[in-house]
C-alpha cells in the first residue's frame, strides 16, 4: 500500500510555468493522468519519478522524497515514454540486465516476460520489435522487481487495439492486487475504460479529480443533457418546462426525441418519473448526452 | 495524396457540403524544379541563411576569415608596390585548410544528416524526387558553397592584384588557374564531407568525424613526407602525398596549373605523376557519389 | 562500487559496430604509419619518438579518448534508454565509476597496444621508447576518459568539445602558449615517459610531481563531478519530437534551451491568463483559444498554415528542408514555403504532408484548437486574417459549435490532404452555400449558423468562381457517428 503524495508542487522552466501548484494523493488501484498536450503530465510524471525536482513543493512517497533518492527505485516502476532503449540486446537480454540490476535474478525476468507475454519473441533483438513489443518489453522490465508503484508514460501509444486490452487487463490486476498503477494519456476512451479515478490536468493546473461521473455532477454551473424519447414528447416537454430543475428543452423532429437541458439534477431526476406517470407517458429512451468523460473533459478544458 | 470522397445525397434537405481543401489540378513545375530548390535550399544553409540566427555565425565567420588574409595581402601590396602578390593564387587554399576543413565539417552534417537522423528522407522520396536528384543537389550545393568560400579570397585578391597595377595577362592566367584548382578542391572536399556525414547520423559524431578524417590524414601525410624529406627519399614524397586530400589537390596544381608544391622539399609530382593524382581525385569525387547514392537507395521508412 | 551488469551493458554499446570500425580504424593507421616509417628510415630513435609523440601520443590517444569516454555515457542520455539505468537502487557515482572503468580499459586497450607495436616496429624499443610512450598512452587515457566522460554527462556537445579540446588546445595553444602546456593531460603523460626513458628524447615541459599530482587530481574531482551531475540528471519530460517544433532536443541535460523554447506557448498562455486578455465565452481564459494564437509565436502547433504563402508571394525557401530544421516561423502567411504557391514542387506537398502528420500527431487537441478559432471567429474576433480563414477551414468532417467542442475525426488525415492552399483555393472554400453543416447525433451539437459568421468580417471577398461541383475532398456519407 503506498501513496504517493504531491503537495503544492510548482515546477518552471525560467519563465515558462509547467505545473502550476498541484496538490493531490495517488493512491493504490489504477488512477489515469488526464490532460491536453503539453498541460504538464509528462513533467509532472518525472517528478514523480525522480526524475525532475519540483521547483517548489514536494513529492514524496510513503514520506521519502523521490528526487535524490536512488532506493526509493525498489518501489517504483516506470514506463517511460521514450521509445528509445538498448537495441543491441534481445528481448530477455534486456528484461535480465534491468532485473540484476535490481538485484534479482533470470528468474524474475522470466516471469515478467511472462506476465506479458513477451516470451516467443524474447531471443530476438530489440531492434527488429515492433512499437506494440517494445512497448511490452519496456513494462516486462518495469515489472521485473514487483514494484508497488507503477508510473507509466502514455502507455497505449503506438498499441493496436488488441494489445491495448492485454495491458489494459494486466493494469487492472496490477490495480486490483493493491498496486498504485499511474498511467498518463490525453486518449479519452482508454482512460474512461480503465482508470477508476481520474485526475485532470489543464494548462498545469490541477482541474479535476476523482470519478468522472461525480465530477459531472458536481459540473452544477453546466446543465445536464438528457435525451428523451418518450410516447407523448410535446406534453412531457410541457410538464417539465414547467418545473425550475429544467431550463431548456428542444423537440428534435428529426430524431423524434426532446433534448433537455436539467439545471438541477437531483430534482430532475426524480421529477422525471413522476411527471411521466402523472401525465401516463410512456418514456421509451432516457439516455444523457454529455455524461462521458470526454463532455467533461471538454468542459474542463475549455473553461 | 488528396482523397477522392464521393457527396452523399439523402434526400434534399441533408447535404454534406465540402468545406475541405481541394485538390490542385493546375501546372506542376517538375523534378527540375524541385532538384533545383533544394539545391538553392541547400547553398544558402550552408550559410546559415534561411536558418536561426545562432547557425549563420560559424559560416559567415569563417568565410571572413578566408578572406581576411586576402584583403590583407592586396592591402600590403598596394601599400608596398610590390611586383607580385606574396601568395600564388593557387597556394591560398592549401594555406587556409584548416578554415575550409572546418567549414564542410560544420557544414555537410547539418545538411545531410539530420534528414538521416530524423528519418525524413523518406518524405522527399515520396515527391518526384529521385534518389539521384537528392543527392546531386546536395552534393552540387555543398561544392558551390565551398566554391563561394574558397573563391572569394581568390577574388579579392585578383581585385586588389589588378588595383595594385600588376601585370594583367599574369594575374589573370594566375587566377584562371586558382579557380580551376578550387573548383576541384572544391567537389573533393564536398564529396568526402558528405559521405563521413551520410554515415554518422549524429550531427556532432559527424563533424568530429569529418574534422577527424581530414585533420589527420593531412597530419600523417606531411609527418611521413617531412620524415621522407629528411631522408631524402625524395621520390617517395609524392607517392606519399597522394594519402590525404588537401595534398592531392596539391599535387593535382602542381602538376597541371602551374602552382608551386608544398611539399617539402619543393618537388611536386611530374605530369606523369600528376596524371595519377587528378585519376585518384576524379575517381575518388566519383566514388563519392556513388557511395551516396548507395547510401540513400538504402533508406527507407 | 562496480557493478558488473552496468559494465557490460556500456561495454557492448561502445563497441557496437560501427564505433567499433571508428575505434580501430586509428590504430591501424598508426601501424601503417609506423611500417611506411621504418621502411622509409630504417631504425631510428629520433623519428621513433616523433613518430609516437606527434602521431600516437598527440593524435590518437585523444581522439580514441574522446570516442570512449563520450560513448560511454552520451548517446544513451540522448536517446534517453539512461532511464533504464536511473531508475534502479543503484548509486549514481557506482554508475559513473563503471562507465569510467569501462572507457579506460577500452581506451587503454586500443590506444596503448597500438603505441606498443608501433614502437617496435619503428625501433624494436630502443632506450626504451616503446614502453615509454606506452606507459605514457596508458597514463593518458585515463586522464582523458575521466575528463570526456564528465563531459559527456553534462553537455550534449561533448564530441565537439572533446575534439576542439585535443586537436586545437593540446595542438595549437600548446605550441603557442607556453603557460597552456602546463594544463595539457599530453605533457602530464610525457612527464612520465621522460621518467621511463631518463634520456633526452622524450621531454616534457611539466616536472614528474606535478605531472602525477595533476593527472591523478584531474581523474579523481572529474570522476567525483560526473557522479554528482548524473546525480541530479533530470529528463524534462516532454519529448520533443522534430515535427513539433521544427527541432529536436534531448530532453535531458538541465533542461533548458529547448523545453523553454517549446514552452513559450505557455509563456504566452500564462500571461494572458493573467491579463484575462483572452475572449473566452464566460470571460475566462481558454486554454486553447489563448495559446498560439497570436501571429507572433507559435511553438507547439506546426505551421500548417505557413506552408503556403499568399498568391502572387515570391518562391521563398524560407524553413530549411520544409519543415525539419526550422522553427515553425509563427503562423505568418507571408512565411512561404518554396513553391507552395502553386501547391506543387516538394515544398507543397511536403508542407501538406508535414501538416497531416503533425495534425495527426495532435490528436483531439488539434481539432479543438481548430474549433475554438471558429469559435472566436464567430464571435467576431479578428485575428490574423489568413491565419483565421486556415485555422477556421475545419478538416472535413469537422464540425464547429458555438461550444468549441468538436467531435474527432474517424480518419487520421484529417486535414490537408489536398495540397491546394493558395489563396485562390482558399477563396473557392470561403464561398459556402447556406444551409452550412450537417448536424451530428447523439452529442447535442449544433452547428454554426452560417449567417452569424457572414457579416463579422468575413475575410475575403466572396468569389464568383464558386465550384458548383463537389471538391474531391469531401467527407463520406455516414461518416458521423
Known amino acids: 500500500m503506498t501513496t504517493l503524495n504531491i503537495d503544492h508542487v510548482s515546477r518552471w522552466f525560467g519563465n515558462v510555468v509547467a505545473v502550476n501548484d498541484i496538490t493531490m494523493t495517488i493512491g493504490p488501484g489504477v488512477t489515469g493522468l488526464l490532460g491536453p498536450n503539453g498541460a504538464g503530465k509528462s513533467t509532472l510524471i518525472n517528478m514523480m519519478g525522480g526524475f525532475l525536482a519540483p521547483s517548489t513543493g514536494s513529492v514524496t512517497l510513503d514520506g521519502e522524497p523521490t528526487w535524490r533518492n536512488e532506493q526509493i527505485y525498489k518501489k517504483i516502476g516506470i514506463v517511460p515514454e521514450r521509445e528509445a532503449m538498448y537495441d543491441f540486446l534481445t528481448g530477455r537480454e534486456f528484461v535480465v540486465a534491468n532485473a540484476e540490476l535490481h538485484g534479482l535474478g533470470a528468474k524474475a525476468a522470466g516471469r515478467a516476460l511472462a506476465t506479458v507475454e513477451m516470451e516467443y519473441a524474447q531471443d530476438r533483438k530489440i531492434s527488429t520489435y515492433s512499437k506494440g513489443m517494445r512497448q511490452r518489453v519496456k513494462m516486462a522490465s518495469a515489472l521485473v522487481h514487483d514494484p508497488s508503484l507503477l508510473l507509466l508514460d502514455e502507455p497505449f501509444n503506438g498499441m493496436d487495439p488488441r494489445q491495448r486490452m492485454q495491458l489494459m487487463d494486466l493494469l487492472r490486476r496490477m490495480g486490483d492486487e493493491g498496486r498504485t498503477v499511474l498511467f498518463s494519456s490525453h486518449i ?69 426525441a426532446l433534448r433537455i437541458q436539467a439545471v438541477d439534477f437531483g430534482r430532475f431526476t426524480v421529477l422525471l418519473p413522476r411527471v411521466a406517470k402523472d401525465h401516463g407517458i410512456r418514456l421509451l429512451t432516457v439516455s444523457p448526452s454529455d455524461e462521458s468523460l470526454e463532455s467533461v473533459f471538454s468542459y474542463l478544458v475549455a473553461a | 495524396m488528396a482523397v477522392e470522397q464521393p457527396l452523399t445525397q439523402r434526400g434534399d434537405q441533408t447535404r454534406i457540403h465540402n468545406i475541405g481543401y481541394r485538390n490542385y489540378d493546375g501546372p506542376r513545375l517538375g523534378r527540375a524544379y524541385a ?67 572546418l567549414y564542410v565539417a560544420s557544414q555537410g552534417p547539418q545538411s545531410v544528416s539530420r534528414d538521416l537522423r530524423f528519418k525524413t528522407v523518406p518524405l522527399y522520396f515520396s515527391r518526384p524526387i529521385e534518389t539521384a536528384d537528392y543527392v546531386r543537389a546536395k552534393f552540387a550545393a555543398l561544392a558551390s558553397a565551398l566554391f563561394v568560400l574558397t573563391a572569394a579570397p581568390l577574388i579579392v585578391l585578383y581585385v586588389g592584384a589588378l588595383l595594385a597595377k600588376l601585370d594583367f595577362a599574369d594575374q589573370t592566367k594566375g587566377f584562371a588557374q586558382g579557380l580551376v584548382s578550387v573548383a576541384l578542391l572544391s567537389l573533393f572536399f564536398a564529396g568526402i564531407g558528405l559521405v563521413i556525414s551520410a554515415v554518422t547520423p549524429r550531427r ?59 611539399f617539402p622539399g619543393g618537388e611536386g609530382p611530374s605530369s606523369a605523376q600528376g596524371v595519377v593524382f587528378l585519376a585518384v581525385v576524379l575517381g575518388l569525387i566519383a566514388g563519392c557519389y556513388g557511395l551516396l547514392m548507395r547510401r540513400y537507395r538504402k533508406v527507407g521508412l | 562500487m562496480y557493478d558488473p551488469t552496468v559494465a557490460r551493458l556500456t561495454y557492448r554499446a561502445l563497441l557496437g559496430r560501427r564505433r567499433a570500425l571508428i575505434l580501430g580504424a586509428l590504430p591501424v593507421l598508426l601501424i601503417v604509419i609506423a611500417s611506411v616509417v621504418r621502411l622509409l628510415t630504417g631504425a631510428d630513435d629520433q623519428v621513433a619518438s616523433d613518430v609516437l609523440g606527434g602521431f600516437a601520443l598527440a593524435t590518437m590517444v585523444p581522439i580514441i579518448g574522446v570516442i570512449a569516454g563520450t560513448g560511454a555515457i552520451g548517446p544513451e542520455i540522448d536517446d534517453g534508454s539512461v532511464v533504464y539505468l536511473l531508475a534502479k537502487p543503484l548509486k549514481r557515482p557506482t554508475i559513473i565509476f563503471t562507465k569510467l572503468i569501462v572507457a579506460v580499459a577500452v581506451t587503454m586497450a586500443f590506444s596503448a597496444v597500438p603505441t606498443f607495436i608501433a614502437g617496435m616496429i619503428l625501433n624494436g624499443n630502443g632506450q626504451q621508447i616503446a614502453v615509454a610512450y606506452t606507459v605514457a598512452a596508458l597514463v593518458a587515457s585515463i586522464a582523458y576518459a575521466a575528463m570526456f566522460l564528465l563531459l559527456g554527462t553534462v553537455t550534449r556537445h561533448a564530441v565537439v568539445l572533446g575534439l576542439v579540446y585535443a586537436l586545437v588546445w593540446e595542438a595549437l595553444f600548446g605550441s603557442l602558449v607556453a603557460g597552456a602546456r602546463t594544463l595539457s593531460v599530453q605533457q602530464w603523460a610525457l612527464a612520465v615517459a621522460h621518467k621511463v626513458t631518463g634520456g633526452d628524447l622524450v621531454t616534457s615541459d611539466v616536472g614528474l610531481p606535478t605531472a602525477t599530482v595533476l593527472l591523478v587530481v584531474v581523474t579523481v574531482l572529474a570522476t567525483w563531478y560526473a557522479g554528482q551531475k548524473l546525480r541530479s540528471l533530470t529528463l524534462a519530460g516532454v519529448e520533443l519530437s522534430f515535427l513539433d517544433s521544427g527541432f529536436t532536443c534531448a530532453p535531458s541535460h538541465w533542461a533548458k534551451g529547448c523545453t523553454a523554447r517549446r514552452q513559450r506557448g505557455w509563456r504566452s498562455r500564462n500571461r494572458r491568463a493573467k491579463n484575462g486578455r483572452s475572449p473566452g465565452t464566460s470571460g475566462t481564459t481558454s486554454y486553447w483559444t489563448s495559446t498560439s494564437y497570436g501571429p507572433r509565436r507559435r511553438p507547439s502547433r506546426p505551421p500548417a498554415p505557413a506552408c503556403s504563402p499568399p498568391a502572387g508571394a515570391t518562391e521563398d525557401p524560407t524553413p530549411s528542408h ?76 469537422q464540425l464547429a459549435t458555438g461550444r468549441g467542442v468538436v467531435t474527432p475525426p474517424p480518419s487520421p488525415f484529417r486535414t490537408e490532404s489536398c495540397p491546394g492552399r493558395s489563396l485562390r483555393a482558399r477563396v473557392l472554400r470561403a464561398d459556402r452555400p447556406p444551409g452550412g453543416l450537417a448536424e451530428r447525433q447523439g452529442t447535442g451539437l449544433r452547428r454554426v ?10 475575410p475575403r471577398a466572396r468569389s464568383t468562381r464558386a465550384s458548383s461541383t463537389p471538391a474531391p475532398c469531401a467527407v463520406p456519407a455516414g461518416h458521423s457517428d
Open chain 1, 188 to 256: 479519452l476512451e482508454e482512460v474512461e475504460q480503465l482508470a477508476a479515478h481520474i485526475e485532470v490536468i489543464v494548462a498545469g493546473r490541477h482541474a479535476a479529480s476523482g470519478d468522472f461521473r461525480r465530477i459531472r455532477r458536481l459540473m452544477t454551473d453546466r446543465p445536464h443533457r438528457y435525451l428523451v424519447r418518450s410516447s407523448d414528447d410535446r406534453a412531457l416537454a410541457a410538464a417539465l418546462i414547467a418545473d425550475p430543475s429544467t431550463s431548456g428543452i428542444e423537440v428534435d423532429l428529426a430524431e423524434g
Open chain 2, 35 to 101: 532538384r533545383r530548390s533544394l539545391y538553392s535550399q541547400s547553398l544558402r544553409g550552408a550559410y546559415g541563411l534561411g536558418r536561426s540566427v545562432k547557425s549563420k555565425v560559424l559560416p559567415m565567420l569563417l568565410f571572413v576569415v578566408m578572406c581576411v588574409p586576402a584583403a590583407i595581402m592586396v592591402a600590403v601590396a598596394v601599400a608596398t608596390k610590390a611586383k607580385d602578390l606574396p601568395v600564388d593564387y593557387t597556394r591560398y587554399a592549401i594555406i587556409m585548410q584548416a578554415v575550409i576543413s
Open chain 3, 449 to 458: 449558423p452560417h449567417r452569424a459568421s457572414r457579416g463579422r468580417g468575413r
Open chain 2, 204 to 262: 556532432g559524431f559527424g563533424i568530429a568525424a569529418v574534422i577527424a578524417v581530414l585533420t589527420i590524414s593531412y597530419g600523417a601525410v606531411s609527418t611521413l613526407q617531412a620524415i621522407a624529406d629528411s631522408q631524402n627519399s625524395t621520390t617517395a614524397i609524392p607517392w606519399i602525398g597522394l594519402f590525404s586530400p588537401i595534398t592531392l589537390i596539391d599535387g593535382v596544381q602542381s602538376a597541371f596549373l602551374g602552382a608551386t608544391s608544398a
Open chain 3, 322 to 397: 520544409g519543415a525539419p530544421t526550422s522553427r515553425p516561423r509563427a503562423g505568418s502567411s507571408a512565411s512561404g514555403g518554396a513553391g507552395g504557391a502553386d501547391g506543387s514542387g516538394p515544398w507543397g506537398a511536403f508542407c501538406s504532408v508535414y501538416s497531416v502528420a503533425s495534425n495527426s500527431a495532435y490528436g483531439h487537441s488539434g481539432s479543438v484548437h481548430a474549433a475554438s478559432s471558429s469559435r472566436r471567429h464567430v464571435l467576431g474576433e479578428e485575428r490574423d486574417d489568413a491565419h483565421q480563414q486556415q485555422n477556421v477551414e475545419l478538416p472535413t468532417g
